[in-house]
Structures are given as structure tokens and as C-alpha cells.
């Protein structure tokens, strides 16, 4: 199974970077994964919120497959505990020919994306800039499959 992240927006923290691509490494020696980047629109200011999502959500639809299984990270998604996450993601190591998390840009997911979605995750109850929940998504993911393989990284 092939995992990709799409967000939307580079990542600016040179710290948040470096550690992204440190868990992203580490992710790649459990499975196929990528970091997909879709750029911030530009000038912005003349259009609504929601001509934004639109637009944003037609450069996410534009990369993904009808095969896809599609996970919004979403405050209003399914919130797990890193154990149940990781038994989820084995469930979906089972089923999906490709599995892609997606972090869409300030101002949430237009109703296209939403209808495309097979799920919703939410990693917290708290509100976190979308720089860091990049690095959060990034260590829960690699914490998943070190619980998966058994690895001790994860305490109980």
C-alpha cells in the first residue's frame, strides 16, 4: 500500500521541516510514502473563503485516483488513540491500493473534497496551525507503524 500526504502550502519552519522529513525517512522504511505539496494560491485577496476552498479543492481532486482511499484530517473527524490508529491503519494496509491523508489549506475543504472523502481523522480536540500538524500527523504516523511492527518506540 502506498501512503501519500497531501497538504496545501509549503511548510516555512525550518524546524518543522527538518523534523518532517526525519519521520517521513523513517515512515519509507515500513512502507511507500510520499509528501505531496499542492502551492498556496496566489493573490487571494479578491476572492471569499470559499472561492478559495474551491479552488484549493480542485487542485486536490486533480491528484488523486478514483481507486483512493481519501482521509481528510479534519477537526471534526474520528479522533483515535495511537494504539486504536495504528490497528486502523493495519485495517487499511489490508484494503487500499493507496491510502492519502490530506491537510487542506486555512480555511478547511470545499464540499467537492468533502464528498470525495472515504473518512475524516482528527488528531485533536485543539486547534493546531496547520505548520504543525504536519510534524503531529507526521510522528503519529511513523508511531503507528513502529506499534504495527511491534517496535518499542511506543509506552503504554
Known sequence: MKTILIQVGKTVNKHFIAAIDDYAERIGHYMPFDVLTIAELKNTKSLSEEQQKAMEGEQILRQLQSSDTVVLLDEHGNE???????????QKQQSARRLVFVIGGPYGFSPAVYQRANEKLSLSRMTFSHQMIRLTFAEQLYRACTI????PYHHE
Open 80 to 90: 483515535y488513540r495511537s494504539i486504536e490508529f495504528a490497528r486502523w491503519l493495519e
Open 148 to 151: 504495527i511492527k511491534g517496535e
